[in-house]
């Protein structure tokens, strides 16, 4: 438990570091909008990559089923994202954001160190095969959902192909195939790569936050709704749903610790990137990180 706070109370200096990076000039402006196509282009796709790259190699035989739950999830979550906002966001140009804060939860940035300290650092492997769906429909949905896909965005096809995608392919053949026995002047440029993208991100969030409003600092009653089904009600539903279904308990709780972190850091980035107004998802990944410290090991109190 103290372990899980901890490291909660660790990504949230990094975003306070951006803020008062952003504050003494030093970041914002065209030097966010680069760091985040760097995090998006470069280091994420490492990321990805050296999550199979570890000293533990995961059963083969769990992909599929891994992939499974992954898949059913992420089903879920679209369905709940899609339709949720209509019912307590008032301008409909917002839906597509909470749509994205509601579906996309901070898995890469902040899921693996917290499943790795709850369940162990075997379990980081079982973690990314869960969050393959993760990876693959936050550039195709998450990113339609940030340009406004509720008002007709067309999916474009290129995003099937972009870094971040064809990481995915890659760590999935690597795990297929068992290549487990990667040289270390292969695998180690990844992970020195990847980690850029924690602190990157979270800088990023800080910095945005330094340009913003006080008052919307605190966020909106929208924000909080949203943070309530985010952080508690989404987890602990499709936990029982999975349950259900007849889920490995084991996984079931993996999974269950993995949807209920924050808003993904990735949606302040794709706002950055694409030239939209970026405030509300910066409030909404905010105030779900502070309150993640206390709704985290209340999960795990809970399952």
């Not at 693996?112 to 990314?128: D, E, K, L, R, T």
């Not at 180690?188 to 800080?206: R, Y």
């Not at 987890?235 to 889920?247: A, D, E, M, N, Q």
């Not at 302040?268 to 909404?284: A, H, K, N, P, Q």
């Amino acid at each position: 438990m103290d372990n899980i706070v901890i490291q909660m109370i660790i990504l949230l200096l990094l975003v306070v570091a951006g803020f008062v990076s952003n504050r003494c000039g030093l970041m914002g402006g065209d030097f966010d909008r680069k760091l985040s196509g760097f995090i998006i282009n470069v280091s994420c796709p490492c990321l990805i990559i050296s999550s199979v790259m570890g000293d533990v190699f995961p059963d083969r035989g769990m992909i599929l089923p891994l992939l499974g739950v992954g898949m059913i999830t992420y089903v879920l979550l679209f369905l709940i994202a899609y339709f949720l906002p209509r019912y307590f966001v008032r301008k409909a140009d917002y839906r597509g954001m909470y749509s994205f804060m509601l579906m996309f939860a901070n898995v890469g940035f902040i899921g693996y160190p917290v499943v790795a300290s709850i369940f162990g650092s075997q379990a980081v492997f079982y973690a990314s095969l869960l969050n393959i769906p993760n990876t693959l429909f936050i550039f195709i949905v998450g990113l339609s959902f940030v340009l406004g896909s509720t008002d007709g965005h067309k999916f474009n096809v290129s995003t099937l192909y972009c870094p971040p995608m064809v990481a995915s392919y890659v760590s999935i053949v690597i795990v297929a195939l068992g290549l487990d026995s990667i040289p270390r002047v292969v695998s180690e440029p990844f992970h020195l790569l990847g980690g850029i993208t924690v602190p990157g991100a979270l800088l990023v969030i800080g910095s945005s936050m330094a340009q913003m409003d006080t008052r919307h600092i605190l966020g909106t009653r929208s924000v909080y709704v949203m943070s309530a089904f985010r952080l508690l009600i989404i987890p602990v539903v499709i936990y029982f749903l999975l349950r259900l279904c007849g889920v490995d308990e084991t996984i079931n709780r993996i999974n269950t610790v993995l949807i209920g972190m924050p808003v993904a850091s990735y949606g302040t980035m794709f706002c950055l990137r694409y030239g939209r107004d970026e405030s509300e998802m910066v409030e909404g990944t905010l105030i779900t990180t502070i309150l993640s410290v206390v709704t985290i090991p209340l999960l795990t109190l809970i399952f």
